[in-house]
């Protein structure tokens, strides 16, 4: 196995969004089960943030999740909201920039799953 120095950019560019990726499922393995499922949308707020960090990366990523995170409080409306496959024109330039050099998942969100 050779070096690679653009692998190792490459690994090195992610590590915050696999340290991001890390403590969302930490808080979902550790917490969120003692907590109880609360979440008042579908898919739940650690899921989704988890899914906006794997399609936009750390930086969007954590945005996204911190957006939903603030629209989620005892009262609110709640319902189906999956992670947008592009950023919506209230994301700053330089958020968008950061998502478009991360590439996306094309994974299927558990609303449309359950609508079929």
């Given at each position: 196995m050779q070096f690679s120095w653009t692998q190792a950019a490459d690994d090195l560019a992610r590590a915050p969004q696999r340290l991001l990726m890390g403590l969302v499922r930490a808080y979902q393995l550790l917490f969120s089960a003692w907590l109880g499922n609360s979440c008042r949308y579908e898919p739940s707020c650690s899921a989704y943030t988890m899914q906006a960090?794997?399609?936009?990366?750390?930086?969007a990523g954590s945005a996204l999740?911190?957006?939903?995170?603030?629209?989620c409080y005892p009262g609110c409306e709640g319902g189906c909201d999956p992670v947008p496959?592009?950023?919506?024109?209230?994301?700053?330039?330089?958020?968008?920039?950061a998502a478009a050099e991360?590439?996306?998942s094309h994974s299927t969100s558990s609303c449309e799953i359950k609508k079929s």
């Open positions: 960090l794997q399609r936009h990366g750390a930086l999740g911190a957006r939903r995170l603030l629209r496959e592009r950023l919506a024109a209230w994301a700053p330039g330089w958020l968008t920039r991360t590439p996306l």
